[in-house]
T-cell receptor
Framework: DTGVSQDPRHKITKRGQNVTFRCDPI?????LYWYRQTLGQGPEFLTY????????KSRLLSDRFSAERPKGSFSTLEIQRTEQGDSAMYLC???????????????FGPGTRLTVL | AQRVTQPEKLLSVFKGAPVELKCNYS??????LFWYVQYSRQRLQLLLR??SRESIKGFTADLNKGETSFHLKKPFAQEEDSAMYYC????????????FGKGITLSVRP
């Protein structure tokens, strides 16, 4: 296991098209996070899964965004009817269950860079 | 609401000079603080977290709850330290989502 992987690494699409990204977490990591990073900003939280359950979604995640994690393994993030403002780096991170009372360490993937023309 | 502020975008120093990357936070509870680093063409990776109180690659960071700060320090910078550094905050509990600052570029010149 070489870490969190994401596919594709780059995606160029036209406005109005749908896109789907995939994240494969580190094996046996039951927590999975999606973040979005735009130029000059730090990553911003989008959504979080514990196993297959999506437990929290940011207000940044509009109705055009949907994420799934079937069977608690890989996850997909779909953006429908893309807009130019969706252009960003989409990062996935995974972590094991943290020890009692502590936040878990998140391991990040390389990201998927989306460009919407 | 939780917030992380990194007031500077760029710090440029000569090799061997001391480095301090500033980070301030606001959070109503008891947060956990992290520094993440991103080297050129590499993924974001954890540098250190305050609860471990470790020194990684010569870097240290002390959580100052009175000043709500978590500055990253290194006494003698190396060229290989050149990278993007992000301070991040996490709440404890079921969802340990990270709130990141905007990041600072550290450039270490020979």
């Amino acid at each position: 296991d070489t870490g969190v992987s994401q596919d594709p690494r780059h995606k160029i699409t036209k406005r109005g098209q749908n896109v789907t990204f995939r994240c494969d977490p580190i094996s046996e990591h039951n927590r999975l996070y999606w973040y979005r990073q735009t130029l000059g900003q730090g990553p911003e939280f989008l959504t979080y899964f514990q196993n297959e359950a999506q437990l929290e979604k940011s207000r940044l995640l509009s109705d055009r965004f949907s994420a799934e994690r079937p069977k608690g393994s890989f996850s997909t993030l779909e953006i429908q009817r893309t807009e130019q403002g969706d252009s960003a780096m989409y990062l996935c991170a995974s972590s094991p269950l943290g020890w009692s009372g502590g936040a878990d360490t998140q391991y990040f993937g390389p990201g998927t860079r989306l460009t919407v023309l | 609401a939780q917030r992380v502020t990194q007031p500077e975008k760029l710090l440029s120093v000569f090799k061997g000079a001391p480095v301090e990357l500033k980070c301030n936070y606001s959070y109503s509870g008891s947060p956990e603080l992290f520094w993440y680093v991103q080297y050129s063409r590499q993924r974001l990776q954890l540098l250190l977290r305050h609860i471990s109180r470790e020194s990684i690659k010569g870097f240290t960071a002390d959580l100052n709850k009175g000043e709500t700060s978590f500055h990253l320090k290194k006494p003698f910078a190396q060229e290989e330290d050149s990278a993007m550094y992000y301070c991040a905050l996490s709440s404890t509990g079921a969802n340990s989502k990270l709130t990141f600052g905007k990041g600072i570029t550290l450039s270490v010149r020979p």
